[in-house]
């Protein structure tokens, strides 16, 4: 069955960096776009960056550029997150998501891993 599996996260001091991992199994990993959504308390699930499938083309939201970096492994069906110059608004559950590219209908989410970014 399908599975996206996060991890890395954790508590980070303001300004720290942490790396975020997604293995994704049960799906052929190169035909999906993969993304890291963020969710902090009390406010909506929100997107942070997108690499496309084979490309590796990303994109960021604009709260993010400059510090955090996506890439993606389609030999190790993994898609990452560097995440650089933390600040406490950067905390927030941190989700995984595949998109298959022939159908925005067809995608999957992971479960979350929390960070922590502490002043």
């Known amino acids: 069955q399908v599975q996206l599996v996060e991890s890395g996260g954790g508590l980070v001091q303001a300004g720290g960096s942490l790396r975020l991992s997604c293995a994704a199994s049960?799906?052929?990993?190169?035909?999906?776009?993969m993304s890291w959504y963020r969710q902090a308390p009390g406010k909506e699930r929100e997107l942070v960056a997108t690499i496309t499938g084979a490309a590796g083309r990303p994109n960021y939201a604009d709260s993010v550029k400059g510090r955090f970096t996506i890439s993606r492994d389609n030999a190790k069906n993994s898609v990452y997150l560097q995440m650089n110059s933390l600040k406490p608004e950067d905390t927030a559950v941190y989700y995984c998501h595949a998109r298959w590219i022939l159908s925005s209908s067809t995608y999957y989410w992971g479960k979350g891993t929390l960070v922590t970014v502490s002043s």
């Open positions: 049960g799906f052929t990993f190169s035909n999906y776009a």
